[in-house]
């Protein structure tokens, strides 16, 4: 079929009118991307403009830069480009680390049952709504008598007033992330493992290295190159805060905005509570570009450690 | 071949079982939480808040819930965006999927590109919203539930890469019998792809299942409510579990608000959690598919 990628314009017409099928069956799907993903990029210039509804994107008059000149000026571009950051480094760094262990450690496993079991119920959590989760956060550390004051009383600590201590909440919002996704990387970094030949760890044992030793000589350097792009995939996404997460977890509890706010929540709030549809775009532009960037540059890595994982 | 094992690798076995052990508890215990408070009595909850082994255990809280018209409708609106959504969703990505991965598509880049894009730069939510409810006014309609969530890039290209494992000679093979490009499809396509289609469409009707963002952006009317919305509304307002109880229910001198969001979260995982031992395989395949890649 190689003659079709020099072929004329007129053939490729020809070709399009006699197999009419094969190329309207992509049109419902492109021209879901048309309305719901490039409609929004040409909307993008609300950015540079002062949004009036009456007026409409077209409509509305151009203000040049003065959006952003408002946004990179204010204390909390940096606090939530600061927190945007900071959380999605802890949340890559734990959960890959997390999965990594549990992967190598299910790979020990040999009750069927056992394996069986146990995956299912560390795969299980990666199916619940961000809203679930938030339910039961709040009913742990909600609440007049949090559930947790009670344990950590029970063994002898002080009870903490969790709805004031945005310190905490980094770490909090960690922990429910590990719990949320390590089970689903863990499934991504097994596949690998899976395919790794049967002949090294045969010869492996047969010069008498410990399970150990056969974990960190071969396995783990053998995974590495999964969890790298993996990584890296992650890395791409750094300037994405989770809003889903973060807004379900937190919502409007302002007092634990210091440390948990993100781009993707500050925008959320400024259109809905401020109505400030100029401001959010700009911020929203912000991040798009930088997130763009950063994927370009991710990928970018990715090629060069291995070709085939790339994304484009 | 068994082996005599070494001291060490005992330890190191045992290790292991321990931590996947001390893991999987500790992904369990808010699903056993969630469960047992669910079925504790209110005074207790009242009391002690939600444990693990509580005193006194009740039915009242699924009692008042079974009683909620809002949860019911919640259900009727989720079960529906669910059923119709990853229905359309599926068929949408996968003839997508099929045009792209086409060697005999003479558009095959352009499109691609087209449907890459997206994945690398979006306008943001603010445009969205924008476009959403000013030029399509979409808003309040059960449609802005199910139109937005309809193409996912991320298992179109799931769907692209599993066609393009499929040999070109079974497809040459139907078009020297004369089979045209819809007869190739229907007939050939999509009975080999049954199990990655199957994946695609769980993982789209989980999609659907879980979504409460459109809601919050789109929807005011309680009556288009999904579950995950009504859920939402109980996590940031106590009161919100009340209005839940139909009035003049009498079940107990105290509404059982603890235990009714606790009943409510349980009856939105519900689905999931059943068919999750006879869906898991599926989305393990999907999954390792894509990130395998082919």
């Known amino acids: ?312 | 071949m068994r082996q005599k094992q070494s001291a060490a690798d005992r330890t190191f076995t045992v290790l292991a079982y321990t931590f996947i052990l001390l893991f999987t508890l500790f992904c369990l215990f808010p699903f056993l939480l969630m469960i047992i408070g669910s079925f504790t009595d209110e005074g207790e909850l009242i009391a002690h808040g939600y444990t693990l082994f509580p005193q006194k255990l009740s039915l009242d809280a699924y009692k008042a819930v079974l009683q909620s018209e809002v949860l019911f409708n919640g259900y009727a609106v989720t079960i529906f965006i669910t059923a119709a959504g990853a229905l359309s969703a599926l068929c949408i990505s996968a003839m997508l999927g099929y045009s792209l991965a086409n060697k005999r598509n003479v558009l095959q880049t352009p499109f691609l590109i087209f449907c890459y894009l997206p994945m690398l730069f979006s306008g943001g939510i603010i445009p969205f919203y924008i476009v959403v409810s000013q030029w399509l006014h979409l808003q309040n309609t059960v449609w802005v539930l199910i139109l937005t969530l309809l193409c996912q890039p991320f298992l179109v290209f799931l769907l692209v890469s599993f066609f393009r494992t499929i040999p070109e000679e079974l497809e040459e093979a139907a078009r020297i019998d004369g089979a045209n490009e819809m007869r190739i499809f229907f007939q050939i396509m999509i009975p080999i792809s049954k199990p990655i289609l199957a994946s695609v469409g769980l993982f789209y009707a989980l999609n659907y299942w879980n979504d409460w963002f459109m809601g919050l952006m789109f929807v005011d009317n309680e009556k288009l409510f999904p579950l995950q919305l009504i859920l939402r509304r109980m996590v940031s307002n106590m009161e919100a579990a009340k209005n839940l109880i139909p009035s003049g229910v009498a079940i107990s001198v105290t509404p059982p608000t603890y235990g009714v969001r606790m009943a409510t979260t349980v009856l939105t995982i519900g689905p999931i959690v059943l068919l999750y031992p006879m869906l898991q395989k599926y989305f393990v395949k999907g999954l390792t598919v894509g990130a395998v890649k082919g």
């Open chain 1, 1 to 312: 079929m190689q003659y079709q990628l020099h072929a004329s314009p007129r053939s490729k017409l020809k070709h399009i009118v006699r197999n009419p099928f094969l190329y309207a069956m992509a049109a419902p799907g492109l021209l879901f991307f048309l309305v719901f993903s490039y409609f929004p990029i040409y909307g993008i210039m609300i950015a540079f403009k002062d949004y009036n509804f009456a007026k409409g994107i077209t409509g509305s008059d151009w203000v040049g830069f003065k959006n952003f000149d408002y946004f990179f000026t204010s204390d909390d571009f940096w606090i939530i480009l600061r927190n945007t950051l900071t959380l999605n480094m802890l949340f890559i760094l734990f959960t890959t680390a997390a999965a990594v262990l549990i992967a190598l450690m299910f790979n020990e496993i040999r009750n069927k049952y056992f394996k069986r079991i146990s995956q299912s119920f560390i795969f299980l959590p990666y199916f619940m709504s961000w809203i679930v989760v938030g339910m039961i956060v709040q009913s742990l550390f909600g609440g007049e008598e949090p559930m947790i004051n009670t344990w950590l009383q029970n063994i002898g600590l002080e009870p903490v007033n969790w709805m004031f201590e945005s310190k905490l909440w980094p770490y909090i919002l960690t922990v429910i992330r590990v719990w949320q996704g390590a089970g689903y990387l863990s499934i991504i970094f097994l596949a690998a493992i899976t395919g790794i030949s049967e002949e090294l760890y045969e010869a492996a044992r047969i010069d008498g290295a410990s399970k150990l030793q056969i974990v960190l000589r071969i396995t783990l350097p053998l995974l590495v190159p999964t969890i790298m792009i993996m990584t890296l995939l992650a890395v791409g996404k750094i300037f994405n805060g989770d809003f889903a997460m973060i807004y379900a977890i937190i919502g409007d509890n302002s007092l634990l905005y210091p440390t948990t706010d993100v781009i993707d929540t500050f925008v959320f709030r400024s259109m809905r509570q401020l109505h400030d549809f100029g401001m959010s775009s700009a911020v929203g532009l912000f991040q798009s570009v930088m997130g763009l960037i950063f994927v370009i540059a991710a990928n970018w890595i990715t090629r060069r450690v291995s070709k085939e994982s790339a994304l484009f």
